[in-house]
């Protein structure tokens, strides 16, 4: 992959340097892409926006980002990202991004490093919050309804930090990263697979 973007700006990350790379053509729509500092921790950062996700170029890049990962052996923060609404809206769309979809949530489920999501306060929650969590190794969400938080009970407490301002996510993303790091790859595989729902074979 290559890079056209290094040490971009993008808070709370201090440094970053954003990939590119796609022999099919396109980019794919994402706030940022690639490599970010946190404090010395080094991560791959996909960050979304509403349009993420939506076309077959999205979804290649989001998969060269996990194989990069996996080679690195790098975590993976996602965030403001839909996966579950629009893998399920998305997936028998057409039969390109269909098998992008498929290639994405195969290497997402086997990655053996931890994945970490944030929904920051810009992300518009309406009624897919509970698809959006629990399948990761750890969420971080800032000002969820309040009607939601008994529902998100049934998500382990440690996995799951509920923070007031954008400006707790960082340390609770540190938390979380740090709680992974000591949990095995294979109980890391198997607790997604237990618990990563994405419903497309079930759609008509």
């Known amino acids: 992959m290559s890079s056209l973007n290094f040490n971009s700006e993008h808070p709370p990350f201090e440094k970053t340097i954003q990939l590119y790379g796609d022999r099919a053509g396109g980019q ?6 690639g490599f970010a500092d946190l404090k010395k921790v080094k991560v ?3 960050k979304g926006n509403t349009e993420s996700l939506e076309q077959p170029a999205d979804w290649r890049r989001l998969l060269r980002l996990i194989t990069l990962a996996q080679r690195l052996k790098k975590p993976v923060v996602l965030w ?8 399920t809206t998305q997936h028998h769309a057409f039969l390109t991004l269909g098998t992008a979809i498929q290639n994405a949530k195969i290497h997402l489920l086997k990655l053996s490093q931890p994945i970490i999501t944030v929904f920051d306060g810009n992300y518009n929650w309406n009624d897919i919050i509970l698809k959006e969590l629990g399948w990761a190794d750890g969420c ?3 000002k969820p309804d309040k009607e939601k938080l008994t529902a998100l009970s049934k998500l382990k407490s440690q996995n799951l930090k509920i923070v007031c301002e954008q400006a707790d996510i960082p340390q609770q993303l540190l938390n979380l990263l740090q709680e992974a790091s000591t949990i095995s790859s294979t109980e890391l595989i198997a607790n997604r697979l237990e618990s990563f729902h994405l419903p497309t074979e079930s759609q008509p």
């Open 28 to 33: 794919g729509i994402f706030e940022f892409a």
């Open 44 to 46: 791959v950062l996909l």
């Open 80 to 87: 403001n990202l839909s996966l579950i609404r629009i893998a």
């Open 140 to 142: 971080v969400i800032v």
